[in-house]
């Protein structure tokens, strides 16, 4: 295999065993569930491999973007699993908010990275998806049940003469609050001692650590704002099914 070293695959081999080795020894209950968390993420990164293969063999760019159709699918029904939402109601809104705020990541690094406009959309995509899963899904979380449990608050305001807009403020805060909340705790980990894994690969790929730390730098701001841009519009296109046409709270 190209760039990769057999000698440095038998001593990881053997320190990974060794390490489950320790574990039959110490604590078998654990090392059943690491033997399944890991057939489970060999079986996943043998998926991602085998369709990235596929889309950088193939090279065109249409079928790459139908990749990251399919991948913002996937997103959609996980954050849709992390919110506890009904699917029928809201996947269609919640995919058609992902894919917009997907479009605006991806086509701003792919004007930035000097790489192959296929191979990035397929890296960034990856990226992206993994950060909106939790962002989208926390958002919406947040939003319903805020929602739920400030009804009362809501009516009163309608009442009063409120609009439904300055109604749901309180809610809507907490759910851009939200949206962007999982995202910042990265950035505060102690990154100066261990860097982001992009910021890594781009060294392993040859980059200056300017250039590097540049470029991460500019991909955590604008997934940060993608994410944002869809808690937005997320909120505008569940509003209808959230609200009847006389501003009531449906769920």
């Given at each position: 295999?190209?760039?990769?070293?057999?000698?440095?695959?038998?001593?990881?081999?053997?320190?990974?065993?060794l390490m489950l080795a320790s574990f039959y020894v110490v604590d078998r209950?654990?090392?059943?569930?690491?033997?399944?968390?890991?057939?489970?993420?060999?079986?996943?990164?043998?998926?991602?491999?085998?369709?990235?293969?596929?889309?950088?063999?193939?090279?065109?760019?249409?079928?790459?973007?139908?990749?990251?159709?399919?991948?913002?699918?996937?997103?959609?029904?996980?954050?849709?699993?992390?919110?506890?939402?009904?699917?029928?109601?809201?996947?269609?809104?919640?995919?058609?908010?992902?894919?917009?705020?997907?479009?605006?990541?991806?086509?701003?690094?792919t004007l930035l990275v000097s790489a192959s406009p296929i191979l990035t959309?397929?890296a960034v995509c990856g990226i992206a998806a993994g950060q909106m899963i939790?962002?989208?899904?926390?958002?919406?979380?947040?939003?319903?049940?805020?929602?739920?449990?400030?009804?009362?608050?809501?009516?009163?305001?309608?009442?009063?003469?409120?609009?439904?807009?300055?109604?749901?403020?309180?809610?809507?805060?907490?759910?851009?609050?939200?949206?962007?909340?999982?995202?910042?705790?990265?950035?505060?980990?102690?990154?100066?001692?261990?860097?982001?894994?992009?910021?890594?690969?781009?060294?392993?790929?040859?980059?200056?650590?300017?250039?590097?730390?540049?470029?991460?730098?500019?991909?955590?701001?604008?997934?940060?704002?993608?994410?944002?841009?869809?808690?937005?519009?997320?909120?505008?296109?569940?509003?209808?099914?959230?609200?009847?046409?006389?501003?009531?709270?449906?769920?």
């Open positions: 295999m190209e760039g990769v070293s057999y000698l440095g695959i038998v001593l990881i081999i053997i320190l990974f065993g209950r654990l090392l059943n569930r690491i033997v399944r968390v890991l057939v489970y993420y060999l079986g996943s990164m043998a998926l991602v491999g085998f369709y990235a293969w596929g889309i950088l063999k193939l090279d065109r760019w249409w079928i790459a973007l139908l990749g990251e159709v399919v991948v913002t699918l996937v997103t959609t029904y996980l954050s849709l699993l992390k919110s506890r939402l009904p699917f029928g109601r809201f996947f269609l809104p919640l995919f058609v908010a992902q894919i917009l705020g997907m479009v605006v990541i991806v086509g701003s690094m959309i397929v939790n962002s989208t899904g926390m958002a919406m979380k947040t939003y319903i049940g805020s929602l739920k449990h400030t009804n009362e608050h809501y009516m009163y305001l309608l009442s009063n003469g409120a609009t439904h807009v300055e109604a749901i403020t309180p809610s809507v805060q907490r759910c851009l609050r939200a949206s962007v909340m999982s995202i910042l705790q990265r950035f505060t980990s102690p990154v100066f001692i261990a860097p982001p894994v992009f910021f890594c690969t781009l060294l392993l790929m040859g980059c200056t650590p300017f250039i590097a730390v540049l470029e991460s730098c500019l991909l955590s701001f604008v997934v940060l704002a993608g994410c944002f841009l869809t808690a937005v519009l997320s909120l505008l296109f569940v509003d209808r099914i959230v609200f009847d046409r006389s501003g009531r709270f449906m769920l």
